[in-house]
């Protein structure tokens, strides 16, 4: 919250009950679920046993497809990261992460599809507090890696299970 604080960036905060599930916490906020900001810790292994995590960010109404993050990154296969290891990289408790990274293992990987809004939502780190703010200012902001990672539900790409998610 300090970096919204300190953009030039106007953005505006909604309280609301607890919610972690990205379709519901949309409701509560009311705006389309297209325009919630769905970000996902992924663990990425890479040649020569390394890994890498990035945070997937999409659109609410889509699904993280895992083979799309991992050619985005060069990687040779990827999953979704435990809860301990995503809660300790972003800060955040499941279904509250923000599609920002403050942690220098943890790399931003954002599908075009939610920069194309001009308004996203997202839980402000905590389960009852949610931020809207432009799409334009959420890049200029994250300074993420384009790249798309998205398909739609019902497509071939894989999903989160549902503790994995976040609005």
């Known amino acids: 919250m ?3 604080a300190s953009a030039p960036h106007p953005h505006r905060f ?3 009950p607890p919610q972690g599930a990205t379709d519901l916490a949309s409701l509560l906020r009311g705006h389309p679920l297209r325009q919630a900001a769905k970000s996902l810790v992924i663990r990425v292994a890479l040649r020569g046993k390394k890994r890498q995590y990035v945070l ?3 659109r609410g109404d889509h699904r993280v497809d895992l083979d799309a993050v991992c ?3 060069g990687g040779v296969r990827a999953g979704f990261a435990d809860r301990a290891s995503a ?3 972003t800060g955040c408790v499941s279904g509250s992460i923000v599609p920002f990274s403050f942690h220098p293992d943890l790399h931003v990987v954002v599908d075009p599809g939610l920069l194309a809004q001009d308004e996203i939502y997202f839980n402000a780190a905590r389960l009852d507090q949610s931020v ?5 200012a959420y890049r200029a902001l994250a300074e993420p890696r384009v790249a798309p990672i998205a398909d739609r539900p019902g497509t071939t790409g894989l999903s989160a299970p549902p503790v ?3 609005a």
């Open 71 to 73: 050619a985005a990154v």
């Open 2 to 4: 300090e970096l919204l």
């Open 164 to 166: 994995a998610r976040a």
């Open 14 to 16: 909604i309280g609301h």
């Open 132 to 136: 809207a703010l432009s799409a334009h």
């Open 56 to 58: 997937a960010v999409v």
């Open 87 to 89: 809660e300790r990289l």
